[in-house]
């Protein structure tokens, strides 16, 4: 929660991801607080769900199909940003997938290719458009979604996506500290699973789901709006003194 109410009332957040899942279910809540909401997505159909979801729960939104892989889409991106609410709050990049599981000797170069361009470049190249505007501005807030996959390194099914999401990691360390004199904060999220639509995606097998689950001390995947809740803090003005780090968010861990 904020510590000035209607904080966040009329700002601007840029969401990428935010057809499905913890972006989704962030875009809610920060319509929840009143913020204005750019829903960007590569499901363009997605993105506008979310958006028309936004504005009947009472704030505004527009939503840009984008895939973050391709720096002129990001650009394009954060100029409707700009256009539409004339400045970029906060960066919310969750875009992200593990494609499919696989164990290490048969990740091939498309599969480790895609991986990259996906959640290590689209993170970059969002922060790169999206930080020059929050300069002139003297402030702004980023958040990337890291996984908790990156302390464990994915062994037997996912270090493709591991290693991706501790170059997530390690950008958000240096742009934090790179520019934390200048009124900018950086952040990352690694989550253990969360129930979305991101297991389907990478095919996750029906054992490793239960290994996931028997994994984490709580016994259970997280709900996104518990990842999205986070977001919200991290953006707000109750959370000042923290940039650079990663928070877990995890149901007690699940790296033994
Ligand atoms: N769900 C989990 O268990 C879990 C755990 C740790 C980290 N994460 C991370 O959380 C983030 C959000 O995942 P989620 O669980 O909400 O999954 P999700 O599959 O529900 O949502 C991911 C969204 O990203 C979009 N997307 C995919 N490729 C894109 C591209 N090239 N450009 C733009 N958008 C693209 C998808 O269309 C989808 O809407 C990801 O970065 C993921 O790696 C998820």
Redesign the pocket.
């Known amino acids: 929660m904020p510590r000035t109410p209607d904080y966040f009332q009329g700002k601007t957040i840029v969401i990428?991801?935010a057809?499905?899942?913890?972006?989704r279910a962030t875009a809610l809540i920060f319509a929840r607080e009143g913020a204005n909401v750019v829903c960007?997505?590569?499901?363009g159909t997605?993105a506008q769900d979310t958006a028309d979801a936004v504005v009947a729960a009472g704030a505004q939104a527009v939503a840009t199909t984008?895939?973050?892989?391709q720096r002129a889409a990001v650009e394009a991106m954060t100029d409707e940003a700009i256009a539409s609410y004339g400045g970029v709050d906060f960066l919310f990049n969750?875009?992200?997938?593990?494609f499919r599981r696989s164990k290490f000797l048969d990740i091939d170069d498309d599969l480790w290719k895609r991986t990259f361009d996906?959640?290590v470049n689209?993170v970059m190249y969002g922060m790169q458009a999206a930080l020059p505007h929050m300069l002139a501005a003297g402030r702004g807030v980023i958040v990337n979604?890291a996984?908790?996959?990156h302390k464990r390194g994915g062994p037997g099914a996912s270090v493709h996506y591991a290693s991706a999401k501790g170059a997530v990691l390690t950008m958000t360390l240096g742009v934090a500290r790179e520019f934390a004199a200048q009124g900018i904060r950086c952040l990352s999220i690694s989550?253990?699973?969360?129930d979305?639509?991101?297991?389907g995606?990478a095919n996750t097998t029906a054992e490793l789901m239960q290994q996931f689950r028997n994994d984490v001390p709580m016994k259970r995947f997280g709900a996104?709006e518990e990842i999205g809740e986070l977001v919200l803090f991290m953006c707000s003005d109750a959370c000042e003194f923290m940039t650079a780090d990663t928070v877990y968010v995890s149901g007690g861990g699940g790296w033994r």
Do not use: E, K, W, Y
């Open positions: 990428t991801g057809a499905s899942g913890i972006g960007a997505d590569i499901d997605g984008t895939d973050v892989s969750s875009a992200g997938a593990a996906l959640n689209g979604m996984s908790m996959s989550p253990g699973p969360v979305t639509a991101f297991q995606t996104p």
